[in-house]
């Protein structure tokens, strides 16, 4: 079993930062890459950024230079540290990371409840 737990949503200021977290735990292998997902109202989810295990990296357009993400591996810990923070940037925020339960079987996508973030002008 596995769980990944959020964290660090909340109420910003437009040009304003939030950082959050996501830990996964349980039976964990291995974790080949870890991202963050937003879902805003009346929108489908969109890839905002991912990192793998090697910390290679990509983001969305509309947040690149502005959001930077990062791990700890040795925590299955996986962070958003989000800057200059817009309107548009309103949304649940939803952790994924892809895990190997054991190494000789296909990895697969575990998800976090989701976090609230809300960017007032």
């Known amino acids: 079993q596995v769980q990944l737990v959020e964290s660090g949503g909340g109420l910003v200021q437009a040009v304003g930062s939030l950082t959050l977290s996501c830990v996964a735990s349980?039976?964990?292998?291995?974790?080949?890459?870890m991202g963050w997902y937003r879902q805003a109202p009346g929108k489908e989810r969109e890839l905002v950024a991912r990192i793998t295990s090697g910390g290679r990296t990509n983001y969305a357009d509309s947040v690149k230079g502005r959001f930077t993400i990062s791990r700890d591996n040795r925590k299955n810990t996986v962070y958003l540290q989000m800057n200059s923070l817009k309107p548009e940037d309103t949304a649940v925020y939803c952790c994924n990371a892809n895990i190997y339960i054991r190494s000789t079987n296909p990895p697969r996508d575990y998800w976090g409840q989701g976090t609230q973030v809300t960017v007032s002008s």
């Open positions: 349980g039976s964990i292998f291995s974790i080949t890459s």
